[in-house]
């Protein structure tokens, strides 16, 4: 009998996600979600064909980030606001360069007619291309390093997020594509590769947001017929936690989970899956 073709998703097991010190936007639960997924890989690492891996690479100056902006009297904004195209036409808050107005409004529509119905969320600076926060969790490093060794198979490392005029939560897309850049549109060739496989297990930060995002954008794009393959690692993903006032993220993934499992696709365990 052939050996099964089967494939894992890490979806931004990066630093600035986990609950460590230094993390810029860490998620409850992460780390420890990381450790788990560590030893997934160290005890299956020989029934994984192959591993992919999303990073989240942002520039300081990003559409989603304090530094893009400011308000009438030249502040930045604190994080985890919403700017909505409203608030750029009436002046609340403005590029700081101010020939990028006219993009950003067209963006902040734009954003505002997809499907999702965004508005512009402003992030924390994370995931800054070269410092730690980029970098992947370090025990799940060191696994992914073993299991590229031992396996003599390269990790298929697929980056998001670079284009600082669009938010890119999903690994797939962008919320709204860049015709300019096309990093920012449909990435084809990891859709594909996923359809090949036989079995895909999902890790990953954040379930609310871009383990969310990234599989939603897989199971409306890769065919009913594939979405079955896929299992999603409970014990090895977490919500971003719900900030005062905010909108509720744990029952953004809760929603996630359970629209994924009528879509066809497993809710499982580390423990569980492959075992």
Request: aromatic letters at 8%; charged letters at 20%.
């Amino acid at each position: 009998m052939a050996k099964a073709n089967i494939h894992l998703v890490v979806i931004d097991p990066q630093n600035d996600f986990c609950d460590l010190p230094g993390a810029k936007l860490p998620v409850t639960g992460a780390n420890s979600d990381m450790e788990r997924l560590s030893k997934f890989i160290d005890r299956t690492g020989r029934k994984l064909e192959d591993i992919h891996v999303t990073l989240d690479s942002h520039r300081l100056i990003d559409i989603a980030h304090p530094a893009w902006w400011m308000d009438g009297n030249g502040n930045q904004p604190n994080p985890f606001i919403m700017i909505s195209a409203a608030d750029i036409e009436a002046g609340i808050w403005t590029p700081r360069n101010p020939g990028f107005r006219k993009r950003t409004l067209e963006y902040a529509h734009a954003l505002e007619s997809t499907a999702s119905n965004y508005m512009i969320f402003v992030w924390p600076p994370h995931c800054l291309i070269g410092t730690w926060g980029h970098n992947v969790h370090s025990k799940l490093n060191d696994a992914l390093q073993k299991w590229s060794d031992e396996q003599y198979a390269m990790v298929d490392y697929v980056t998001k997020g670079s284009n600082p005029w669009t938010e890119h939560y999903g690994a797939l897309m962008a919320e709204v594509p860049d015709p300019n850049d096309p990093s920012t549109s449909l990435n084809t060739g990891f859709l594909s590769m996923l359809s090949e496989a036989d079995i895909v297990g999902v890790a990953g930060e954040a379930s609310s947001h871009c383990v969310l995002k990234t599989v939603q954008q897989i199971a409306d794009h890769i065919g009913d017929a594939h979405i079955k393959k896929f299992h999603l690692l409970r014990d090895c993903m977490s919500p971003v936690p719900q900030t005062p006032g905010g909108p509720d993220f744990p029952k953004f993934a809760e929603d996630f989970f359970r629209d994924m499992k009528s879509r066809g696709m497993t809710i499982t365990t580390s423990t569980d899956f492959l075992s």
